[in-house]
């Protein structure tokens, strides 16, 4: 048995495979940061933002939404001059306005976990995939999913972008049959 040919040999990227991807993940403040780089990630290799992930964490106040949400725009411009992040204007503005739409739909009585994974009646989906060919990289799960969280304000949540979303988080376990995490994340 072998992992998923994506991550390589890179030890960021196995640590990444072998520990975090695809493991189901109910933690909202955890889910946020997820939300957060895989619109960073957008147009961008993966593992561009997890070299990245440990200036995110520190350039954004460890993902908590209640001081993103206020960021303003001189800290837009600080976060936009700093190397250690993807300068990208339009997707720091959504950080922020994510941040805003995470508090709004916590405000309402509704978590981010219960939302998401409503879309999967709160279990992860299996799949059974033989070759990284046979991965779709959109479904009508995560088009849904992209529709709702669009109404509700958040941006840079396209279907591609959560249907990635779907995989990190474990909503849908993509590894590979002849990866042996995806035995170990099937069997619970």
Known sequence: MERCPWCGTDPLYVAYHDQEWGVPEHDDRRLFEFLLLEGAQAGLSWITVLRKRENYRRALDDFDPEKIARYDDRKLEQLLQD?????????????????????????????????????????PRVNRHRSLSDVPAVTPTAEAMSRELKKKGFRFVGPTIMYAFMQAAGLVNDHLISCPRHRQLADG
Do not use: H
Request: charged letters at 20%; proline letters at 0%; hydrophobic letters at 50%.
């Open 83 to 123: 190397a250690g992040l993807i300068r990208n204007r339009l997707k720091m503005k959504a950080a922020v306005s994510n941040a805003q739409a995470y508090l709004d739909l916590r405000e309402a009585g509704q978590t981010l976990d219960a939302l998401l994974w409503g879309f999967v009646d709160g279990t």
